[in-house]
């Protein structure tokens, strides 16, 4: 499957910015998807992952209660709902997708074979 991220920009601290991931190729439903990000000179981090029915979604602590990952199978996209932004999420998204996660792997980057080629996000002070 391939995959584009887009949605990113600059926003202030405090604003709200909304990611997707679409999807094609393969069939993306059965896919769980996941979103990561790298800050510059950082290593690439977990943010968000979803099961491919939608039934679990798990978070890095710091982004629970601000961030929420949603997805339309309809539309082959994954959403990552980003509030109450920080000037500390300023980083490239990336999103990345796989038909084989197990649940206890949703969090590991070594766990998604397809990778998008990520959307910068800053948020200015």
């Known amino acids: 499957v391939q995959l584009q991220a887009s949605g990113g920009g600059l926003v202030q601290a405090g604003d709200s910015l909304r990611l997707s991931c679409a999807a094609s190729?393969?069939?993306?439903?059965?896919?769980?998807v996941a979103w990561f990000r790298q800050a510059p000179g950082k290593e690439r981090l977990f943010v968000a992952a979803?099961?491919?029915?939608?039934?679990?979604?798990i978070y890095a602590d710091s982004m629970k209660g601000r961030f929420t990952i949603s997805r339309d199978n309809a539309k082959d996209t994954v959403f990552l709902q980003m509030a109450a932004l920080r000037p500390e999420d300023t980083a490239i998204y990336y999103c990345?997708?796989?038909?084989?996660?197990?649940?206890?792997?949703?969090?590991?980057?070594?766990?998604?074979?397809?990778w998008g080629q990520g959307t910068q996000v800053t948020v200015s002070s």
């Open positions: 190729g393969r069939a993306f439903r059965g896919h769980s």
């Open positions: 979803i099961k491919w029915n939608s039934r679990h979604t």
């Open positions: 990345a997708a796989d038909p084989s996660v197990i649940h206890s792997n949703l969090a590991s980057q070594s766990a998604y074979r397809s």
